[in-house]
């Protein structure tokens, strides 16, 4: 049975280490040389044909390497069984000691996944506002629009009748009035036009309703994130900052020169530049993320704002258009 040291490092940073006994990894280094002695070729022997004995003296530190590498990762994952470790990133390992016949011993150093810590959420307080009536306005404007595409739908005229058989010389029948009547209500399944006036009122006062629910638990969530605080990994800045050096390696390629040219132009380093993109701290808070829903008119539109997958893919556009202004700034843009 393995054991382990877990120590919680700042910024989310965990170091394990690990002591395997020789019994538990013997297993792993008989496969691992079966399977690498079936593809050495050694002089005086066919190939895979050698003694097992004579492969393991020819592989020497290649064997041992190659039993590391599965053997690490999996004892990894062993010791991280039943503790609320989540890595975010690709675990580090370092060997501390190994001999064939003897045990194991290693540190492995991986990234937790944040902890986000949340202070007393029943002190906050907040109102719950009131929604607005829907005006006689706002329902004849959505009865219009339904109306003119209707219309659209519609066969524009019939064709001219003789006038033996009109009476009028040149008359054209059209197909319905150039105002909504009961025909047109019938066709969007209501009964007449005060049936669905009355029908668009109720779907409009259903609508402010839910979207007022949703800007008051919004108004919950934004006292919460004052009360609550998350330490960054390293990992997740160092990625962030990648993507950014990445745009301006663009921008930079799009003037015709080279990085290297324009940090030198610059005056700066690659490090300074990273330094003052951490200053700059390119984030979008959830206010800043609700301001730019609530520009949103088209009701429909602005609905499927409430899941979280529209929500992030939005906060992600509003990051690269923050980030994209910084390095216009940068480069001169």
Not at 70 to 76: E, G, R, S, V
Not at 94 to 112: E, I, P, R
Not at 251 to 272: C, F, I, N, P
């Given at each position: 049975m393995i054991t382990k040291n877990i120590t919680n490092l700042p910024k989310s940073i965990v170091e394990v280490i690990i002591t395997v006994p020789w019994a538990d990894i013997a297993p792993t280094w008989d496969q691992t040389l079966v399977k690498m002695a079936s593809e050495i070729e050694i002089a005086g022997f066919r190939k895979g044909a050698a003694?097992?004995?004579?492969?393991?003296?020819?592989?020497?530190?290649?064997?041992?390497?190659e039993v590391?590498?599965?053997?690490?990762?999996?004892?990894?994952?062993?010791?991280?069984?039943?503790?609320?470790?989540i890595p975010?990133?690709?675990?580090?390992?370092?060997?501390?000691?190994?001999?064939?016949?003897?045990?194991?011993?290693?540190?492995?150093?991986?990234?937790?996944r944040p902890k986000v810590t949340v202070g007393d959420y029943k002190t906050i307080k907040v109102s719950k506002p009131t929604p607005k009536g829907v005006t006689e306005e706002e329902v004849?404007?959505?009865?219009?629009?339904?109306?003119?595409?209707?219309?659209?739908?519609?066969?524009?005229a019939s064709s001219p009748q003789p006038a033996a058989q009109?009476?009028?010389?040149?008359?054209?029948?059209?197909?319905?009035?150039?105002?909504?009547?009961?025909?047109?209500?019938?066709?969007?399944?209501?009964?007449?036009?005060?049936d669905l006036k009355e029908k668009v009122r109720k779907d409009l006062e259903a609508n402010v309703s839910y979207n007022t629910?949703?800007?008051?638990?919004?108004?919950?969530?934004?006292?919460?994130?004052?009360?609550?605080?998350?330490?960054l990994p390293e990992v997740l800045i160092q990625d962030e900052l990648n993507r950014m050096l990445v745009?301006?390696?663009?921008?930079?390629?799009?003037?015709?020169?080279?990085?290297?040219?324009?940090?030198?132009?610059?005056?700066?380093?690659?490090?300074?530049?990273?330094?003052?993109w951490r200053a700059e701290n390119v984030s979008i808070s959830d206010a800043e993320l609700q301001a730019e829903i609530d520009k949103i008119t088209d009701l429909r539109v602005k609905q499927q704002f409430q899941s979280q997958e529209p929500r992030l893919h939005l906060r992600h556009a509003l990051r690269q258009t923050r980030t994209l202004d910084l390095l216009k700034k940068m480069v001169g843009g």
């Open positions: 003694p097992v004995n004579m492969v393991e003296s020819q592989l020497g530190q290649r064997l041992q390497d590391l590498k599965t053997a690490m990762p999996n004892f990894l994952i062993e010791a991280l069984k039943g503790t609320d470790i975010i990133d690709y675990p580090k390992y370092d060997l501390t000691s190994f001999v064939k016949g003897q045990d194991l011993q290693f540190k492995a150093t991986v990234t937790n004849n404007k959505v009865i219009d629009d339904l109306f003119k595409r209707w219309k659209t739908r519609q066969p524009a009109t009476g009028q010389a040149g008359s054209i029948n059209f197909q319905g009035g150039n105002q909504p009547d009961d025909t047109f209500a019938k066709a969007m399944g209501a009964t007449t036009m005060a629910e949703l800007d008051y638990e919004e108004a919950i969530l934004q006292e919460v994130e004052k009360i609550t605080t998350v330490e745009s301006l390696q663009r921008r930079v390629a799009d003037m015709g020169l080279l990085l290297e040219d324009y940090l030198k132009s610059q005056g700066k380093t690659l490090e300074q530049i990273k330094s003052e």
